[in-house]
């Protein structure tokens, strides 16, 4: 079993930077590709970025490319979510998950969320 839990989100000004994390604990989810998804209010819950286990296989969506990057420190066991240039369409609360079941949009372990506003 893996917990995972989301800090870093807050009100923002459009144009601005947010850094996400997600820190995880129980087992060492080294061998676990790792994932932010976002749910904005009214939509069905949607991947955002993913990444492999050792780095070389990603995944972002096309609204988020050149904008969001995901990383990873094994080492410290957490995940995080480099946002930049936001916009009002990124308002949305921010999941982190690991254990891909199927690529990139089915993983097995959730965060709580962790809620990002974008003002414009």
């Known amino acids: 079993q893996v917990q995972l839990v989301e800090s870093g989100g807050r009100l923002v000004q459009a144009g601005g930077s947010l850094r996400l994390s997600c820190v995880a604990s129980?087992?060492?989810?080294?061998?676990?590709?790792v994932a932010w998804f976002r749910q904005a209010p009214g939509k069905e819950r949607e991947v955002v970025t993913a990444?492999?286990?050792?780095?070389?296989?990603?995944y972002s969506t096309d609204s988020v490319k050149g904008r969001f990057t995901i990383s990873r420190d094994n080492a410290k066991n957490e995940v995080y979510l480099q946002m930049n240039t936001l916009k009002s369409e990124d308002t949305a609360v921010y999941y982190c998950?690991?254990?891909?079941?199927?690529?990139?949009?089915?993983?097995?372990?959730w965060g709580q969320g962790t809620r990002v506003t974008v003002s414009s």
């Open positions: 998950a690991a254990h891909s079941t199927t690529w990139p949009d089915k993983f097995t372990y």
């Open positions: 129980g087992q060492s989810f080294s061998d676990y590709s």
């Open positions: 990444l492999g286990p050792k780095g070389m296989l990603t």
